[in-house]
T-cell receptor
Framework: AQKVTQAQTEISVVEKEDVTLDCVYE???????LFWYKQPPSGELVFLIR??????QNEISGRYSWNFQKSTSSFNFTITASQVVDSAVYFC????????????FGSGTKLNVKP | SQTIHQWPATLVQPVGSPLSLECTVE??????LYWYRQAAGRGLQLLFY??????ISSEVPQNLSASRPQDRQFILSSKKLLLSDSGFYLC???????????FGQGTRLTVV
């Protein structure tokens, strides 16, 4: 069965702090894809990143970085030097490698960045 | 560039009334289309998806239905709303052959 767990319901940090959002997944597939989406207060989900199960290289995009570790079934997301505009709900998601129509979302982590 | 439009943004409906939410995608052909629901404080639940005109797959049996009358149009409907239908409804699309889904701005539905 596919499952994504985001154990952190809500995190509060002060601006310029680094913060890591945890994501643990379960799947029996050997090929799968992992995603992070950002949901600002406006509601729209904004696509941030996609990784496939065969690529464990960490990725950095500006202040954002992602750490994918198959050994621990985790795909964690770190924001460096957080800003108020980073305040949002962040969702981790998983899809099959053979059926891209089914995304399994975690319950989300609400990040509050205070000035 | 591709864009997705979803309306209305907010909706308050009485119990027992019908529902019609519309979603359209521009700038692409043959997209896969999706309806998700997000209950308060919870993750997203896939309700329906469509791989083509008239083709609807239902993920969760419920009071809702979906239709795809045109290639880039996806409609979520109900004949009689229940209180439990309240939530945030998101439409999404995935390009043909693509791996990532892109979301609309959502409709916040309150059934009273």
């Amino acid at each position: 069965a596919q499952k994504v767990t985001q154990a952190q319901t809500e995190i509060s940090v002060v601006e310029k702090e680094d913060v890591t959002l945890d994501c643990v997944y379960e799947t029996r597939d050997t090929t799968y894809y992992l995603f992070w989406y950002k949901q600002p207060p406006s509601g729209e989900l904004v696509f941030l990143i996609r990784r496939n199960s065969f690529d464990e290289q960490n990725e950095i995009s500006g202040r954002y970085s992602w750490n994918f570790q198959k050994s621990t079934s985790s795909f964690n997301f770190t924001i460096t030097a957080s800003q108020v505009v980073d305040s949002a709900v962040y969702f981790c998601a998983l899809s099959h490698g053979y059926n891209f129509n089914k995304f399994y979302f975690g319950s989300g982590t609400k990040l509050n960045v205070k000035p | 560039s591709q864009t997705i439009h979803q309306w209305p943004a907010t909706l308050v409906q009485p119990v027992g009334s019908p529902l019609s939410l519309e979603c359209t995608v521009e700038g692409t052909s043959n997209p896969n289309l999706y309806w998700y629901r997000q209950a308060a404080g919870r993750g997203l639940q896939l309700l329906f998806y469509s791989v083509g005109i008239g083709q609807i797959s239902s993920e969760v049996p419920q009071n809702l239905s979906a239709s795809r009358p045109q290639d880039r149009q996806f409609i979520l409907s109900s004949k009689k709303l229940l209180l439990s239908d309240s939530g945030f409804y998101l439409c999404a699309w995935r390009p043909l052959g693509g791996l990532s889904a892109f979301f609309g701005q959502g409709t916040r539905l309150t059934v009273v």
